[in-house]
């Protein structure tokens, strides 16, 4: 090959044009790589492997088995840009293999396209035209014959066998009774040497660098014609194939280029660098196949990276389909496993524990229920011919769907396309509905007319003088064959300037206004994404080397900025590594070329912002409609209407004489001297290796200065994650060896996942802590929480599906933790020992504590199970893995799972992940990291099943009564609800309910009636606890209830605090790694007036500290995401709360003690005040600026009445959080307190050192109370119930 055909390979049309088909000196040879699927088959299955043989499968009929194609010819010989790599090629131009058809069955070329994905994911297109060529080998003929005579021999003694999986499905729909019609349809499937004609399948193959789809179908085409045309070409088929290999170019951008074919000429065109990267497969095709609906949800599948399974019969249909999806992803990529046309051989690959997007042929009568696949909690199912999808569960619909929707169809119906698909009524789909029947006899009883008849049908229809001259035809015995040129595909000229097909340039207009619909779609998404874009190195050789550790986006502050319906999807797309991808292409063109996607993208971005300067409703949801699609398709039409650029015409070649001879509808053996190399005097060839030779330097120039480039490579694919290694996977070599190394790459890459994952969850849980340390991000948000768990509930189920034996069900994990119940769970008494919850071992004071909750594998699964609102197994495997995660035992059950290695063996294959030990106990070792962090992830989404409750009051024996005679109620509430009043049973102390989920528990409310003689009770404090969860809540209290007794209280308001479990436990039995340290707590504050807090009074400075943070505590929870802020209540009443540190200010230096009288409260100091500011006359005697004082009375005199007037039996103190609480949320206490300190009652109530009698004090509390004021404080019901304003 000359050097001008190696250096200008880059730039040419197109690299290879290959023949497939038979060879006929090796003649019939069983398909090797068929024989190793049916060996993958018989190992899955558990058969012997031996009897897995697809060349002697006495079963199927000979022209319906799997026989070795080879590759005959291919020119050039190879390239350096694109080596030829022969098994790929051949495989996924004959995906089946040869086929073979006798002159009754039907005959028609189809056409098909692939690609491959090489290593560094650069593609390379193949185009395939597959058409029926006379067998004229007496020895394939008469091999075929032997294995027909074998196939009758072993058939004899069954006439209704059928001989095929397609004959199975058809003979079983014909009528049982209809003996004939079996009979007939089992003999034409013979075959014999003196009766028929033998036909096998050639393909004709060019490979492209770019998806020129439809001018290589027409080139293709065209040769075709040449070939079954009576009359021979005008030059021989070399001259056009020389021509298309080498002097073709590839347009230039923003071109268009016309060719010559056989018949006629042909156009192309390519997008300039500011516009949509180049796409020919139909739109138009794709929305016809699934209509808008299912496509959009497809597309959401694959940009969040899910499994996407293509299911048709029609190989171009998986193409066209997969091809257009990825299309739309602009500006992202598809970063997985990307095999649009699966080959039968590769069948195993949909083991993959990875994202992929791949299509399987379907075999006709095979219905979706027969189909057994690995694995399908994760997979997006696409049955195109049957216009129906199978979705994941849990998945987040795309932003403005309806609207997205609707744009869309406004665009199709322009140009008369159904939004809703046309399957049924294209001719596509027609052809499609027949292809069951093609393989079967033309017989009269079922109306099917030969290909000969059926083609002279549609020829002469309708008219008159074409019926003559059939007749005339026949009379004489010519056969008349199709005519495709009439009324067919002839270049048409309007008005002297379009020159491509209407329907072609149709085609072109709806594809580009299409994209971008979705294209705008990303650029109103992410039009500001740049602001969060984390540019944290300084040269791209650290950037590289660091890339794994370093947090490039930050993805918190970005959400907070997005419209909220937004979130579900954007939460979950921001982790894909299509958006890391993207993200990591933006931070590394500081450094070198933009990528031409991101390129195209920003240039959109800052064209908004140009015309709009600051982008309108860029962060509401509001949907906005492309407005440059007339402008984009009008590009498209000026290139196709005035051709930039035409090709040389196709020239005779120097043959030899001899060469080139035409033999109708037999291929020519091509001269291999004139096709090996290009002419050496191409003007664009050389101008082309000029500038290549440039980029060479400058390339040679960037390596010196910079890194090597090969370890530039490595350094990028390890920086990138999981998914880029595996894109497609290697056709050259299937033996098993090859396979296992495949698994083994899958096993790394998932504990690779796993520690990555994990490591993630545990940084972003951590916060402050985790900065500090150097592991970016500060805070997480629940959102982004919810989708890391829902991420590792994926990544755990792929991790189950790895390997599998026997699929049962669509959960992998469910499965097996069934399986494993089924087996162990009559010996669960003796086999698992309990485990216990720590805190609750320790007793209190009156010796009653909370019993001890049982824990246990099992026990978790009957409470998956006994939630009737999960419905299907990939539901009840995640809730388990929450449920376990939330009770820090995920590891533990997991480990206890597989300790029982016989089952594993049974159900897994010996590659599979968990059958590899040291990763397997890597694996739970991440998990267990997980302990060291607390999560909600089972509460916070199960937010309405019944959850069981236990609640236990526990008494101060040594100062009271243990039972109170009078009637207790209690009455619990969460984040999520509350329980209403539910009564104690009399002399117990322990209570079991059932409720809605309450979420976190926040406040208990307990209180009795007075009655009986022992009424008056000392509470220690209330334990509640989730029986399902094991979270324990303690809502201390150390407060008496009763008349005549403390503040007279017969209902006191508890706040809770979850109890976390200790690290001096037995952790050894509990398998829980120690909690992290907590700093070190301050001293408990207890009520002044309580009979522990009397003698242990705070002083000045440990109050304003209080206050203080308190006021701190609450500042930070309103600068926090709304959904992120917890409980409120809690930091108004509990132990650090507002109210507690306000009650200790206006203690201080209080006179409450009296001898030989009851206790004076502040409540009472407040009601002497309202009585005071009633008195209107005082009040304008002693106070300046009357009326606006006067007001503020008013208002704390009506807010302090209706405290007193609720029906509630609170006590005094009570009604003083009640007011606390009330001035907070309303406003008012920054008016209160001065009115308070000028009411003279206070000379005589407070001592003169008090801390309400300083006015400096006072003044700071106001300024710090000013604070809380500027927040919308939202009381829980709780706190307000019964108190009317």
């Known amino acids: 090959m000359s050097a001008t055909g190696l250096g200008t390979a880059p730039c040419r049309f197109a690299h290879y044009f290959v023949v497939c088909g038979i060879d006929t000196e090796t003649g019939l040879e069983p398909d090797e790589l068929a024989a190793l699927y049916q060996w993958l088959e018989a190992d899955l299955h558990g058969r012997s492997q031996d009897a897995a043989n697809a060349g002697e499968n006495f079963e199927q009929s000979p022209l319906r088995r799997t026989f070795k194609s080879k590759v005959l010819a291919h020119f050039p010989e190879t390239i350096e840009w694109n080596p030829f790599d022969q098994d790929a090629v051949n495989m996924l131009c004959m995906p089946k293999g040869l086929s073979f058809r006798t002159q009754v069955d039907n005959r028609e070329s189809q056409f098909h ?79 014999n040497m003196s009766r028929d004609t033998l036909y096998v399948s050639k393909a004709l193959c060019l490979i492209t660098p770019l998806p020129f789809m439809q001018a290589c179908r027409k080139f293709l085409t065209q040769l075709h014609r040449a070939v079954s045309s009576q009359q021979p070409p005008p030059l021989p088929l070399e001259s056009y194939i020389h021509n298309i290999l080498y002097e073709v170019p590839l347009p230039p951008p923003g071109r268009s280029l016309k060719f010559h074919g056989v018949y006629e000429p042909i156009v192309c065109q390519r997008p300039s660098p500011s516009e949509l990267p180049l796409a020919d ?137 159904p939004p809703e698909g046309s399957l049924h009524s294209s001719e596509s789909t027609t052809q499609l509905k027949s292809l069951a029947l093609h393989d079967l006899v033309s017989d009269k009883k079922n109306g099917n007319l030969p290909g000969d008849a059926l083609a002279v049908f549609e020829l002469l229809q309708g008219n008159a003088t074409l019926e ?206 004139v096709l090996a190399a290009g002419p050496t005097n191409n003007k664009w060839a050389s101008r082309t290796g000029t500038a290549q030779r440039r980029k060479d330097r400058l390339r040679q120039h960037s390596e010196h200065l910079g890194l090597d480039n090969d370890l ?76 890391l768990i829902a991420s590792l509930c994926d990544l755990m189920e792929r991790i189950w599906s790895h390997g599998l034996q026997v699929k049962q069900g669509k959960s992998a994990l469910w499965s097996h933790l069934l399986q494993y119940q089924e087996r162990e769970e009559k010996l669960e008494q003796t086999a698992v020992s309990p485990v216990l919850l720590g805190p609750e071992r320790r007793k209190s004071e009156t010796g009653l504590t909370m019993p001890f909750l049982r824990v246990s594998l099992f026990q978790d699964m009957r409470h998956i199970q006994n939630v009737s609102e999960i419905k299907t197994d990939v539901g009840r495997a995640r809730g388990w893995i929450r449920l376990s995660l ?23 294959k010996r590659y599979a992940f968990l059958r590899c030990e040291e990763e397997k106990e890597q694996f739970l070792y991440h998990l267990l990291t997980l302990n060291t962090v607390d999560y909600f992830c089972f509460t916070s989404v199960f937010t309405t099943i019944m959850i069981p409750y236990r609640a236990v009051i526990i008494p101060i024996k040594k100062l009271s009564n243990a039972i109170t005679t009078s009637n207790p109620w209690v009455s619990v509430s969460g984040e999520l609800g509350d329980s209403g009043v539910m009564q104690i049973p009399k002399n117990l102390l322990e209570m079991t309910f059932d409720c809605q989920n309450l979420g976190k528990l926040t406040t208990a409310q307990i209180g009795h009636d007075n009655s009986g003689l022992l009424a008056k009770w000392l509470v220690d404090c209330v334990m509640v606890r989730n029986e399902i969860t094991g979270h324990t809540y303690k809502f201390p209290c150390g407060r008496w209830l009763g008349k005549g007794v403390d503040d007279g209280s017969l209902e006191r308001i508890l706040i809770g605090e979850l109890i976390i479990p200790c690290a001096d436990e037995d952790l050894s039995k509990q398998c829980r790694t120690p909690p992290l ?209």
Request: hydrophobic letters at 40%; a negative charge; glycine letters at 4%.
């Open 113 to 191: 396209s692939y690609l491959i994905t090489r290593e560094d994911g650069s593609r390379t297109y193949g185009f395939v035209l597959t058409f029926y060529e006379e067998v004229t080998s007496k020895q394939i003929c008469t091999a075929m014959q032997t294995l027909y005579q074998m196939h009758h021999a072993e058939h004899s003694g069954s006439v209704c066998a059928s001989s095929s999986c397609s004959m199975d499905s058809l003979a079983s729909s014909l009528d049982e009774g209809d003996a004939t019609s079996l009979n007939k349809l089992h003999c034409c499937s013979s075959y």
């Open 281 to 417: 497969y139909s739109l138009k095709q794709v929305f016809e196949l699934l209509g808008v609906e299912n496509l959009v949800q497809v597309f959401t599948c694959v940009l969040l990276e899910m499994q996407i399974l293509l299911y048709s019969q029609d190989y171009q249909r998986l193409m066209t389909v997969a091809e257009g999806i990825t299309t739309l992803l602009f500006p992202f990529q598809w970063q997985h496993v990307y095999v649009p046309i699966l080959p039968a051989s590769l069948l195993h690959f949909l083991d993959a524990p990875v994202p992929y997007l791949m299509g399987l042929q379907s075999k006709e009568g095979t219905d979706r229920s027969k189909l057994e696949l690995p694995q399908e909690a994760n997979l997006c199912f696409v049955d195109i011919d049957n216009h129906f999808i199978e979705l994941p569960e849990d998945f987040p619909q795309f932003p403005n769907k309806l609207e997205f929707i609707q744009e869309i169809s406004a665009v199709l119906l322009q140009f008369g396309i």
């Open 468 to 673: 003559r001259l059939q007749a005339l035809a026949k009379r004489t015995g010519v056969t008349v064959g199709r005519v495709p040129t009439l009324g067919g595909n002839m270049v048409k000229e309007k008005d002297g300037r379009l020159q491509c097909e209407e329907e072609e340039l149709r085609d072109a207009t709806l594809n580009v206004q299409v994209r971008e619909v979705f294209a705008n779609r990303f650029s109103q998404m992410f039009a500001d994404y740049e602001a969060f874009v984390i540019q944290s190195a300084t040269d791209l050789e650290s950037w590289l080397t660091n890339r794994e550790q370093m947090h490039n986006f930050d993805k918190a502050s970005f959400l907070s900025d997005q419209p909220e319906p937004y979130l579900p999807f954007l939460s979950h797309f921001i982790e894909t590594q299509m958006f890391a991808t993207f993200i990591d292409n933006k931070i590394m063109s500081q450094w070198e070329d933009k990528e031409p996607l991101l390129k195209v993208f920003d240039s959109r971005i800052e064209k908004m912002r140009l015309y709009n300067v600051r982008i309108p409703n860029l962060c509401s949801s509001n949907y906005q409609k492309s407005t440059i699609l007339k402008e984009s398709a009008q590009s498209i039409e000026q290139r196709l209407m005035k051709i930039d650029h035409t090709a040389v015409h196709p020239h005779l070649l120097d043959m030899k004489i001899g060469q080139g001879k035409y033999e109708q509808g037999f291929f020519p053996k091509l001269q291999a001297d």
């Open 712 to 787: 530039r490579e490595k350094y990028m694919q390890e920086a990138r994650s999981l998914g880029k290694n595996l894109r497609q996977p290697k056709l050259s070599d299937l033996s098993p060896a090859v396979i296992a190394q495949t698994n083994w790459k899958f096993v790394e890459g998932l504990l690779k996942e796993c520690r990555m994952k994990t490591k993630r969850m545990l940084v972003e849980k951590m916060g402050r802590e985790a900065v500090e340390l150097g592991h970016g991000e500060a805070n997480i948000t629940g959102l982004e929480e919810n989708t």
């Open 886 to 908: 939330e009770k820090k035992l995920l590891s533990q059950h997991l480990k206890q799972l597989l300790s029982n290695q016989a089952l594993t063996k049974k159900l897994y």
């Open 1077 to 1285: 340290q907590r700093s070190p707590a301050q001293t408990r504050r207890i009520s002044i007036t309580s009979p522990a807090g009397r003698n242990s009074k705070p002083n000045a400075v440990q109050i304003q500290e209080a206050i203080g943070e308190a006021v701190n505590n609450i500042v930070k929870h309103f600068h926090k995401p709304e959904k992120e802020r917890g409980s409120l209540t809690i930091l108004l009443c509990g132990e650090n709360g507002l109210v507690s540190a306000l009650e200790q200010f206006f203690h201080h230096g209080f006179k409450s003690s009296r001898i030989f009288q009851k206790n004076v409260f502040v409540w009472d100091f407040i009601e002497k005040a309202v009585a005071y500011f009633e008195m209107t006359d005082q009040i304008g005697d002693t106070v300046e600026g009357m009326e606006s004082f006067r007001s503020m009375c008013k208002i704390f005199c009506h807010y302090v009445n209706a405290i007193n007037v609720t029906p509630r039996n609170i006590g005094k103190d009570g009604k003083l959080q009640f007011l606390v609480c009330l001035g907070a949320r309303d406003h008012l206490l920054l008016q209160w307190i001065p009115l308070l300190v000028e009411c003279p009652l206070i000379t005589t109530m407070y001592e003169e050192y008090a801390l309400l009698r300083d006015h400096l004090m006072v003044n700071s509390l106001i300024r710090v109370l000013q604070t809380v004021h500027e927040f919308n404080i939202t009381l829980e019901s709780s706190l307000v119930k019964g108190i009317t304003l």
